[in-house]
Nanobody, 122 residues
């Protein structure tokens, strides 16, 4: 089992910055974390991928996040961060962290946090 907890959300003015943090607690032995990702869901919208990193190649970003958001991971601490700069009202959403854990050679699982609210408004 994996516990995923996001933090760092809040209210920020347009043009401002926020840094989201995702901490994980793993119960049981595992091999590694594969993808660590951030998604978001705005009211009335479907959940969408914001950024994702495998740690083995360049991160991928949604077009809306390119040049403004930066995802990074700490494999020693099993955490993933999302630095968000130049925020705009369209970034308002609940942001979710998702991690994929490789339990053994044949088993992996996806785990999600409860989300953290980001509101961009003047």
């Amino acid at each position: 089992q994996v516990q995923v907890v996001e933090s760092g959300g809040g209210l920020v003015q347009p043009g401002g910055s926020l840094r989201l943090s995702c901490r994980t607690s793993v119960f049981g032995s595992f091999i590694k974390f594969n993808n660590m990702s951030w998604y978001r869901q705005a009211p009335g919208e479907e959940r969408e991928l914001v950024a994702s990193t495998t740690g083995m190649s360049s991160p991928i970003y949604a077009d809306s996040a390119k040049g403004r958001f930066t995802i990074s991971r700490d494999d020693a601490k099993h955490t993933v961060l999302l630095q968000m700069d130049s925020l705009i009202p369209a970034d308002t959403a609940v942001y979710y962290c998702s991690v994929n854990v490789q339990w053994d050679a044949f088993t992996r699982g996806d785990y999600w946090g409860q989300g953290t609210q980001v509101t961009v408004s003047s």
